[in-house]
């Protein structure tokens, strides 16, 4: 049998959760199937057999970035001839997908890493070209062969966003981790204290680790306010860069400044935030998540939450949202906490009551970093959760199984 797998973001070029599935499903794919990856971001020299990159025409460097997109994805579908199944991962690859199943007669798979009538703030980032990405979003659901949900939160939203959806075509697969890739250093490893030292994080001290893009679904706001209220000796790390909006950054750079002003730190003092903008390699991100005392993911937004896993296959408990696939992941009270949020029901995912939002997930991390023996604990009880349900082994298997439910 042979895969297409098409999506917008692939080694090295992966800025979120969606291009670390694809990577990792792939790879996964491959003892057992005949996979053949297109991506965006240009040609890929180095990426391994079977993996094609493609770049924006020309003609459509200038247009809208919605516009651009298109262009890949007529390239990508005139491309697929002879797949037996063409997968797609996000809507930038969605329409490719689609046209493909037109043209060369087979079935179309679409995962749903997240779904854009569910992200209305895009409205910021494309201009009106947040319409064209939900309408080849759509498109390609209600025509796709199967739709794989990354958790039954997100399926319950599929079916609530697209209601004129048969229910039995959609699926659950969870979103995987790679278990070798993602474990503590061992105890004493100089090069993982060299690393988080170089950093600005001092291992010896409790730390409350943030990673994620800065847009408006992963709620970074709502954690600089709670983090006002925290105790001046924990350390604030927050792994965020890759802004939607120059106007998200400036809210959240203005929120750091508050921050570190109200812990006391003078002009040019951290006061224990620690800032880091760019993408650190994998190595380095472990050391990080290892040497911090608990996660946490605010989301207001979120299918899954890949670096949910991550943080949990490295031991680390995990302070989540209680919101889309986020409880399906954190066992609340056993490897971590989930905070409660009402929210509306306008698309935003907006706390009906941000300052209430903010206190409990405030008291959620205090309690978990007032007892460090708990949350080691519930570190290990994460790490054996992300061993026995999300190993990539596993959802390459019920990959497979839908491939062949399609054909």
Not at 236 to 254: F, Q, S, W
């Amino acid at each position: 049998m042979r895969i297409d797998l098409l999506t917008r973001e692939y080694p090295p070029h992966v800025y979120g959760g969606a291009g670390v599935h694809v990577a990792e499903l792939s790879a996964a794919l491959r003892g057992q199937a005949d996979v053949r990856v297109r991506c965006f971001d240009g040609p890929r020299p180095d990426g391994g057999p079977g993996v094609t990159g493609y770049g924006v025409p020309a003609e459509l460097a200038g247009a809208n970035p919605s516009l651009g997109t298109l262009g890949v994805d007529l390239q990508m579908a005139a491309d697929v001839a002879g797949a037996d199944v063409v997968h797609s991962h996000t809507w930038y690859a969605n329409l490719a997908g689609h046209l493909a199943s037109l043209l060369h007669g087979v079935p179309h798979v679409v995962t749903a890493h997240s779904l854009e009538p569910l992200r209305p703030w895009k409205a910021e980032q494309l201009g009106g070209g947040y319409a064209v990405s939900s309408w080849a979003e759509r498109t390609a659901y209600l025509s796709a062969a199967a739709v794989v949900a990354v958790s039954a939160g997100m399926r319950a939203d599929i079916l609530r966003v697209y209601p004129e959806l048969d229910p039995e075509r959609v699926r659950v697969v969870h979103n995987g981790i790679d278990l070798a890739g993602w474990q503590r250093p061992p105890a004493g490893d100089e090069a993982a204290d060299r690393t988080v030292r170089a950093l600005g994080i001092d291992p010896e001290a409790p730390a409350v680790v943030f990673v994620g893009r800065i847009t408006r679904q992963k709620g970074l706001p709502y954690l600089l306010r709670a983090a006002a209220l925290l105790p001046r000796e924990v350390q604030v790390v927050l792994c965020a860069g890759a802004p939607d909006t120059p106007e998200i950054m400036a809210e959240v750079r203005g929120l750091v400044d508050e921050l570190r002003r109200a812990r006391g730190g003078p002009p040019g003092d951290d006061a224990g935030v620690v800032w880091i903008e760019q993408m650190l390699p994998r190595p380095d991100l472990v050391a990080v998540l290892a040497a911090s005392t608990v996660f946490v993911c605010p989301s207001v937004y979120e299918p899954l939450g890949i670096v949910n896993l991550e943080a949990m296959a490295v031991g680390l408990p995990v302070v989540g949202t209680a919101t889309g696939g986020i409880p399906e992941v954190v066992d609340d009270g056993v490897t971590g906490a989930l905070v409660p949020i009402e929210q509306s029901d306008d698309g935003t995912g907006t706390p009906l009551d941000p300052d209430r939002f903010v206190a409990d997930l405030m008291g959620a991390l205090t309690r978990v970093l007032e007892d460090p023996a708990r949350a080691r604990a519930m570190g290990a009880a994460g790490r054996r959760r992300a061993e026995e349900h999300f190993a990539w082994s596993t959802i390459a298997q019920r990959t497979m199984e839908v491939y062949r439910s399609v054909l």
